[in-house]
């Protein structure tokens, strides 16, 4: 099979495509054949290896030489033990683990995945998992007449965090850079800010709720946008902003009754669902920027990884 394979830690130009064995299901797994995988910022993480957290279980070389961990597809062959799904069914899901969705067939256990919704194509499907747990979490509890802000709120978790906000009846705020801004707005962002030209924890207005998806600000300073009462969440970031968040975070919060953290995001189906369910409603609107091909893996994440995309990326190989 063709697949996009990762040899070492490095730019997206470290990457080759090359013909690889095609990967057999064991217990309780199976075999997909992909047909669209959607980019994550933690594939572009994973790609070179930063933050340090992204090296887990494999700290000189990549654990898993084929990134892609968003995926959508047919059941090609199922393992022993596997019992919810059978060959030719269409799934979706986040294949965090063990990864291996930028190539024509990727191996996942079948507590991961989920039955596609046939209303959905397969690139939209490929959309939802990881995007949406992030986003239902980080914006569980906003509640009518709220103030929340998103920062990076322009990529594909920010752009499902968004309309979930707004669906809560709040008034959002998106950050993001100027490139953004009119599709924040798009999405039903209230008030936009262009990180570049402005600090969102500068700016004097309280927020009872932030999710920080590029999060690389001190506690002191996330602790200055909020109101009392607020609560602000960190996804991802550096290794020095988490633990200051995690650490010092809880303490100063504590002392005025604002809460800060970094968001424990639990995955799989049951997390990821009742997005999909929102989407297949119409609830929900589901934005793919672009479609790359195989080959184009590469370009691909240095486009997620540089903060360009609209909403998601997806990476066709059917």
Request: hydrophobic share 40%.
């Given at each position: 099979m063709r697949a996009v394979v990762q040899d070492r830690y490095g730019p997206p130009e470290s990457l080759r495509v090359d013909d690889v064995p095609v990967p057999a299901p064991s217990a309780n797994q199976v075999l997909v054949?992909?047909?669209?995988?959607?980019?994550?910022?933690?594939?572009?993480?994973?790609?070179?290896?930063?933050?340090?957290?992204?090296?887990?279980?494999?700290?000189?070389?990549?654990?898993?030489?084929?990134?892609?961990?968003?995926?959508a597809g047919r059941i090609e062959a199922v393992g022993a033990g596997v019992s919810r799904f059978q060959v030719g069914d269409e799934v979706y899901g986040d294949n965090l683990q063990l990864k291996g969705g930028f190539a024509e067939y990727a191996v996942a256990p079948e507590s991961v995945l989920a039955a596609k919704p046939p209303e959905l194509t397969f690139a939209e499907a490929a959309t939802i998992p990881q995007a949406a747990t992030i986003a239902l979490q980080g914006t569980a509890g906003a509640a009518p007449g709220q103030?929340?802000?998103?920062?990076?709120a322009g990529g594909g978790s920010g752009s499902f965090a968004i309309q979930l906000a707004k669906r809560a009846g709040t008034r959002v705020t998106g950050v993001d850079n100027g490139g953004k801004l009119d599709f924040m707005r798009s999405l039903g962002a209230d008030d936009v800010i262009d990180h570049r030209?402005?600090?969102?924890?500068?700016?004097?207005?309280?927020?009872?709720?932030?999710?920080?998806?590029?999060?690389?600000?001190?506690?002191?300073?996330?602790?200055?946008?909020?109101?009392?009462?607020?609560?602000y969440w960190c996804v991802g970031?550096?290794?020095?902003?988490?633990?200051?968040?995690?650490?010092?975070?809880?303490?100063?919060?504590?002392?005025?009754?604002?809460?800060?953290?970094v968001l424990v995001v639990r995955?799989?189906?049951?997390?990821?669902?009742?997005?999909?369910?929102?989407?297949?409603?119409?609830?929900?609107?589901?934005?793919?920027?672009?479609?790359?091909?195989?080959?184009?893996?590469?370009?691909?994440?240095?486009?997620?990884?540089?903060?360009?995309?609209r909403g998601k990326v997806v990476v066709a190989t059917d």
């Open positions: 054949r992909v047909v669209a995988t959607s980019v994550n910022l933690s594939d572009w993480e994973c790609l070179r290896g930063t933050p340090l957290y992204a090296r887990l279980g494999g700290l000189r070389a990549p654990a898993r030489p084929i990134l892609g961990s968003d995926v103030r929340v802000l998103i920062n990076g030209r402005e600090d969102f924890t500068r700016t004097g207005e309280p927020y009872d709720l932030v999710l920080d998806l590029v999060a690389h600000r001190s506690a002191f300073a996330c602790r200055r946008a909020l109101a009392p009462g607020g609560r970031g550096s290794v020095p902003t988490l633990l200051g968040i995690a650490t010092l975070g809880a303490i100063v919060g504590r002392l005025d009754r604002r809460r800060l953290g995955s799989g189906p049951a997390h990821f669902g009742p997005l999909a369910d929102l989407c297949v409603a119409g609830d929900i609107g589901i934005h793919i920027d672009r479609t790359f091909g195989l080959d184009e893996v590469p370009a691909a994440l240095r486009y997620v990884g540089e903060g360009r995309a």
